[in-house]
């Protein structure tokens, strides 16, 4: 089983910057061969993707966040990054981090999330 925990939420003003941590874990578990993503969601909206990252590292990005978020990757530390700047109020959201196994979806995972939460 992956577990997946996130870190790096929290309050910062409009234009700020904030980057999320998602590290992984799991007895049987090769993190290089998921497809990672995070997604985010605000109240009273739906879960929405915000970025992934696939295991060779082509990215992709919500029309809402490009040239603003970067989605990374260190396998080696079984973590993904989410580097957010210029960040806008609109931003304001619990963000999770996503586990694809790109052959058995029993094996995907999604974290607890961490708030971010965008204010003057």
């Known amino acids: 089983q992956v577990q997946l925990v996130e870190s790096g939420g929290g309050l910062v003003q409009p234009g700020g910057s904030l980057r999320l941590s998602c590290t992984a874990s799991?007895?049987?578990?090769?993190?290089?061969?998921?497809?990672m993503a995070w997604y985010r969601q605000a109240p009273g909206n739906q879960r929405e993707l915000v970025a992934r990252?696939?295991?060779?590292?082509?990215?992709e990005n919500a029309d809402s966040v490009k040239g603003r978020f970067t989605i990374s990757r260190d396998n080696a530390k079984k973590t993904v990054f989410l580097q957010m700047n210029s960040l806008k109020p609109e931003d304001t959201a619990v963000y999770y981090c996503?586990?694809?196994?790109?052959?058995?979806?029993?094996?995907?995972?999604w974290g607890q999330g961490t708030l971010v939460t965008v204010s003057s």
């Open positions: 996503n586990a694809d196994h790109p052959y058995h979806d029993d094996l995907d995972a």
């Open positions: 799991g007895s049987i578990f090769v993190f290089s061969i998921y497809y």
């Open positions: 990252i696939t295991s060779g590292g082509s990215t």
